[in-house]
């Protein structure tokens, strides 16, 4: 029929438009307004209060929480005040609808945009502490020959980097507490360029593991010894090792008390003091209850750059070296290193079990290691289990002579990642290193991500069921229509409108109301993502690695979540619109009747 170009359009529209004037909602308009300008003023004094209450420990804290109250508060005042301009648009009901699938885009939003933040957050995180690449054996046990495999590297234009690395599980003691740890080898100089933790070194230097000759030791063993008195915790030289079964048993004879920690076990807390074999053995020497005797193994005194059992590197005795100040350098996590009670240039004690070989047993081999820095990563658990150290000296500690555990490549470029581990596939294949394989972050975290993206799919699916419950208030009320205008339907047939222009009006009433309320809820959406992102949302630094969430709005999850609303909105309005189409002239005109 002619002119019913726009005759479904006006059709709709006259179906949702309110019938009435509404005196209250002049009230709640008033009353939303006046809640949201409450807000915005809470922001606003948040805003100013804290660079005027600078140095003040309790002002950060009273603007956050204006902070958040205003956000809160404006959020409140501007639904109230939206939900009254839409009732005095559209019917009470249609108005509800609207708001309920606004609230739900709004949720969805903000949570995967929430979820997102975190993600990428971690994702910077873990690019900091580590490269984006590792290369290491199939079978993950140690290899040798890694120098060409290194100069092949450097010859690719898109690797930034490459450091290689050692790493053993140890325990570390210190004057208050023991700690299981993971202690790892690297060359300071490529591991400096591979990864960001010189970065993080909060206290120390990280460059005092490749020079620690250079750190201010002699004074600061003065300072620890005076606030400890005349007990000083583990001596200042280098690890040595000794016939232990002969020193255990003159301790015995001595009444010495370290013949638990010679055997790798822990005391009891209440020890009175710490003994080390490496004092021990001469101070009874010098008694004359243990008869000299030369080291029976020297690869201990390897793990710290010794020479030849009894005497120096450098020509001195071996008593000059044990009286030396200058230890094994060590980089600690700051959560460990809260464990642990230590700061920089304190001692510590490094325990592992890969030792030698005694007729009473394996003996574990230890050292005496120097904290020259303590990083903090803004990941618990790194920062609770990493240290590191020297490779040379971590090689010899765990007896891998000149092998590593794998080497960590940096890229020139991020976010080709993929190009970047085929370079180096390719690499290994040139070289013939059919024995290694190169594995990526996304791969080593492959667990943690996984997690994340589940997490954020239950999210989205449980959140869109706020959505599927407006969509059932627009199916019942275009049902509800139907049965009300069935007159109407009958007298718009009888003068020529098709089965499918009347199925189109219905249509466009659902779809109207579900992009209005999509269009709303991803807006409304988008703006709290905007505050919360300069704003901030307090957390306690006590309790979070993070003081304020992080807020990412990806487009395509914004996209998603429209499709998904329309998509549910317009399957919603199917059936109603089906059934108006159905009806009869004679049918419709009697059920008026």
């Known amino acids: 029929m002619v002119g019913f170009d726009g005759f479904e359009g006006r059709i709709s529209w006259r179906h949702l438009r309110a019938g009435e004037r509404r005196r209250w909602l002049l009230w709640v308009w008033l009353l939303g307004l006046h809640v949201a300008a409450v807000g915005i003023v809470l922001m606003l004094y948040a805003a100013w209060l804290r660079p005027a209450g600078y140095g003040d420990e309790l002002t950060p804290v009273a603007s956050d929480v204006a902070r958040l109250l205003g956000l809160v508060t404006l959020a409140v005042g501007s639904f109230a005040a939206l939900f009254a301009a839409l009732t005095a648009l559209f019917n009470l009901l249609s108005a509800i609808i609207v708001m309920s699938v606004a609230q739900g885009c709004m949720a969805l939003v903000i949570v995967l945009s929430l979820m997102t933040g975190l993600e990428l957050d971690l994702r910077s995180k873990i690019l900091a502490e580590r490269a984006e690449l590792r290369i290491s054996r199939v079978d993950g046990e140690a290899f040798g020959d890694y120098e060409p495999l290194l100069r092949a590297l450097a010859e690719r234009q898109e690797l930034a980097a490459a450091s290689p690395y050692v790493e053993g599980e140890v325990m570390l003691r210190s004057d208050f507490n023991r700690q299981g740890a993971l202690l790892i080898g690297v060359d300071p100089a490529l591991h400096r360029r591979a990864t960001g933790i010189a970065a993080m070194v909060r206290e120390g230097d990280y460059r005092l593991l ?126 460990l290193a809260d464990e642990l009670s230590v700061s920089f240039g304190e001692r510590l004690q490094v325990i592992t079990p890969v030792g030698r070989m005694t007729p009473a047993g394996p003996i574990p081999s230890a050292m005496i290691v120097r904290v020259v820095g303590l990083f903090h990563s803004g990941m618990y658990a790194h920062d609770h289990r990493s240290l590191y150290a020297p490779l040379v000296r971590v090689q010899a500690f765990l007896r891998l002579g000149e092998r590593v555990h794998g080497v960590d490549v940096r890229l020139v470029d991020p976010a080709g990642l993929e190009q970047g581990q085929a370079a180096v596939q390719a690499t290994l294949d040139r070289i013939g290193r059919s024995d290694l394989r190169v594995e990526s972050w996304r791969a080593l975290h492959r ?129 109603p619109a089906r059934t108006a189409a159905k009806i009869r002239p004679v049918d419709g005109l009697r059920g008026g009747d």
Not at 225 to 250: F, I, K, L, S
Not at 286 to 311: M, T, V
């Open 447 to 575: 667990n943690i991500f996984a997690a994340m993206l589940l997490e954020k799919i239950a999210m989205f699916i449980g959140l869109l069921f706020v959505v599927l419950v407006a969509a059932f208030g627009i199916l019942a009320t275009n049902l509800m229509s139907v049965l009300d205008k069935a007159e109407q339907i009958a007298i718009l047939k009888a003068m020529g409108a098709s089965d499918r222009s009347i199925a189109r009006i219905f249509m466009l009433e659902g779809l109207l109301v579900g992009s209005l309320g999509a269009a709303l809820g991803i807006s409304a959406g988008l703006v709290v993502c905007v505050l919360l992102a300069e704003q901030g949302l307090p957390l306690s630094a006590e309790d979070f690695y993070i003081q304020r969430l992080p807020v990412v709005v990806d487009p395509r999850e914004v996209a998603i979540v429209g499709i998904a609303a329309l998509v549910i909105v317009w399957l919603s309005s199917v059936h």
């Open 210 to 335: 490749e020079a620690p000759a250079d750190g201010p030791w002699e004074a600061l063993d003065q300072i620890f010894e005076r606030r400890r008195g005349q007990r000083v915790g583990p001596p200042e030289q280098a690890p040595v090792t000794e016939d232990v079964d002969a020193a255990e048993e003159a301790a015995s004879e001595e009444g010495g008390a370290w013949e638990e920690a010679a055997n790798g076990e822990d005391e009891d807390a209440d020890d009175e003091a710490w003994e080390d074999p490496s004092i021990e053995i001469p101070r009874l020497r010098a008694a004359g209850a243990l008869a000299g005797a030369a080291p029976a193994d020297d690869a201990p005194r390897a793990a710290l750059g010794g020479a030849a059992p009894g005497e120096a590197e450098d020509g001195a005795t071996l008593d000059e070296e044990l009286s030396a100040p200058l230890l094994v350098p060590l980089v600690i996590g700051g959560e």
